[in-house]
């Protein structure tokens, strides 16, 4: 057990790390310094533990030998008791928070070792996020809010809001200093969400320059917005709402309206400079990125809808983006309005999905939408192959459930494994095909969660959807997912037909099936659908 010497890290940065070493009572307390942070350690075993130098050395007995470590604090438990405590967390972990019981299993065990997975990397302690590799040291050292919303959306689906609800606390920390830090940059006021956020203090962030390009990707902000809006409805707290929400979603409208301009053919066009897109592909510096466009138009819908739309500006520019100039001839959006089709076919990621996955902006499937999602392996670089770079075929997974295409789906979901974006064993996601240093990539991992609950459950418009993308045979138990809309849902689905018990977390009023259901908070309702020419499922009361 030994410090890091000279490490390179990231941007040609170097790295040491100093050990302090010292026998506190029967535990070893390791004093880790690097740069101006310091961790402390403690190791407690029954191994025979020496101090060499800098490092601790650790000499195996025969027989059992066990290692406690703590961070911060020293070892107060035995091992027996360390292990009874894991034990019970997960076991009221597992029979509290939301779960799906699928019968195919390879898509069950990915479901069990999603929520294993996001779980083990993510608490609420307000510390901030994990990287998108979640602790296993793979790829980067820092958190990305875009790729922490990939997650943060099944974490609030499955009754694990204390945990959303701590990153949105962190990362609207300091609203003023989000403010500076986005006046520095670009020079204009209110927030842009930074790429990835600092561990420590936003104020003086990236002075005198970011690192490189990447961190002007000007869509990010709207993925802030929409994990602070999302947790604001299911923490369901008007306080908390102002103190935490408000100023993310005005900041984020203003930013996007203050590089907005209303040209000659009446439309508002989005541009800045430095700026990116989230494709990345598609140039720097380009006009009308599509990406940042939707994330503007969820910023000032959402404005609108928490009243912050004081001089009627935000409901203008709603009426009037750029959106036309993007159309193509094959009906879907190009990624941005400089480059016309010369990335068409060689884009790293999808945006023109982006309604179908991140933002929802809509309240039916547009055709756009429609046509991309269509068209999703000609748009994508090297899909065809099938190879995907990043979280790409999470995406398309995503956008097939809120379509509802099974057969698609289904084609998406094999090309998991025969893109080799995944394991053997479906136990570890790379963050490209074939990326084998980068395994346990969380970013996807998020992705595909929603996607498998999304089948069944979905709120994506505005109105609860069941069974909208069902690619399964037999019964499908649910327990526990929450809904944006007020409900709590439980119960169990077999094809297109399904026997569901809705409790209201609130008064909720929604459409579900055609039909306008209110119930008043903690009323259950149950609600059969029945599919034409097919038997109920047979599930009993979850109750």
């Not at 790295?15 to 390791?30: A, F």
């Not at 020496?50 to 406690?68: F, M, P």
């Not at 703590?70 to 894991?86: A, D, M, Y």
Request: net charge negative.
């Amino acid at each position: 057990m030994q410090p890091f010497g000279k490490t390179g890290v990231h941007y040609n940065q170097v790295v040491e790390q100093i050990s302090q070493i010292r026998k506190v009572d029967d535990c070893w307390r390791v004093d880790i310094s690097c740069g101006e942070v310091v961790s402390s350690l403690y190791l407690k075993s029954n191994a025979n533990v020496r101090r060499e130098g800098g490092c601790l050395r650790l000499q195996l007995h025969e027989g059992k030998n066990e290692i406690l470590i703590s961070v911060g604090s020293p070892i107060e438990k035995s091992n027996r008791e360390s292990l009874n405590g894991t034990i019970e967390w997960w076991n009221e972990k597992w029979m509290n928070m939301g779960c799906l019981l699928i019968p195919d299993s390879t898509a069950q065990r990915m479901w069990v070792r999603s929520m294993a997975m996001f779980l083990s990397s993510f608490t609420g302690d307000g510390a901030g996020l994990s990287p998108p590799c979640g602790l296993s040291g793979n790829g980067w050292p820092f958190y990305f809010p875009q790729d922490g919303s990939f997650v943060h959306a099944v974490l609030l689906a499955t009754g694990n809001i204390d945990i959303a609800k701590s990153w949105i606390e962190r990362l609207a920390a300091d609203p003023d200093g989000l403010r500076a830090y986005t006046k520095r940059l670009f020079g204009v006021d209110g927030i842009f969400s930074p790429w990835v956020f600092p561990y420590g203090t936003i104020e003086g962030y990236h002075d005198p320059v970011p690192p490189n390009q990447f961190y002007y990707e000007i869509h990010n902000a709207g993925y802030l917005a929409r994990m602070a809006y999302e947790t604001a409805l299911l923490v369901d707290d008007e306080a908390w709402t102002e103190r935490y929400v408000v100023p993310l979603i005005e900041g984020t409208a203003e930013f996007y309206k203050n590089i907005s301009r209303k040209e000659e053919d009446g439309l508002w066009h989005l541009f800045v400079t430095p700026s990116m897109g989230q494709d990345e592909r598609g140039g720097e510096n380009q006009k009308d990125y599509l990406c940042a466009l939707y994330s503007a138009k969820y910023c000032f819908q959402r404005a609108v809808e928490l009243k912050l739309d004081r001089d009627g500006s935000y409901r203008e520019i709603l009426e009037n983006m750029a959106f036309p100039v993007l159309l193509s001839p094959q009906g879907l959006y190009y990624s941005c309005n400089c480059e016309g089709d010369a990335n068409f076919g060689d884009q790293k990621h999808p945006v023109q999905l982006n309604p179908l996955t991140f933002l929802p902006v809509d309240t039916l499937l547009s055709d756009p939408s429609r046509i991309a999602y269509e068209k999703r392996y000609e748009i994508t670089a090297n899909a065809k192959e099938p190879l995907f770079h990043g979280w790409t075929l999470g995406t398309f997974l995503l956008a097939g459930s809120r379509c509802g295409n099974p057969e698609e789906w289904i084609k998406d979901w094999e090309n998991l494994r025969i893109s080799d974006n995944v394991d053997a064993e479906w136990i570890q996601i790379y963050e490209s095909s074939s990326n084998y240093d980068m395994p346990f990539y969380i970013s996807t991992n998020g992705l595909i969660a929603q996607s498998l609950l999304n089948n069944l459950i979905s709120d994506w418009y505005g109105k609860l959807e069941i069974a909208k993308c069902n690619p399964w045979q037999g019964d499908i138990h649910l327990k526990n997912i929450y809904s944006k809309l007020g409900i709590v849902i439980d119960g169990v689905i077999n094809g297109s037909s399904a026997r569901l018990y809705l409790k209201a977390w609130k008064d909720a009023e929604f459409e579900c099936n055609g039909e306008i259901i209110r119930l008043k908070k903690g009323e259950v309702l149950e609600k059969i659908i029945a599919a034409p020419h097919s038997d109920m499922p047979n599930g009993a009361d979850p109750a």
